[in-house]
């Protein structure tokens, strides 16, 4: 199984939406706060939740669903 890396923040309510989904899909991520990093703070600041693939290094910005992550992980 491919890791997973979900950027974002915890005040997020559409990052919490994301890890519903992903729960719900059976797959696990690991959460990354971007508020403490300035780069992931650039890179990702205005586009959270965003899903990344640690094998290729593809990125789904939300919004997405459990199909959207289907089709990603593909």
Known sequence: MTAL????TSCCHLCE????ILHEAGLAAEHIDIAEDDELLERYGIRIPVLRRADNDAELGWPFDAEAVADFLK
Do not use: I, K
């Open 17 to 20: 939406q994301a890890e519903a």
């Open 5 to 8: 890396a979900l950027y974002g």
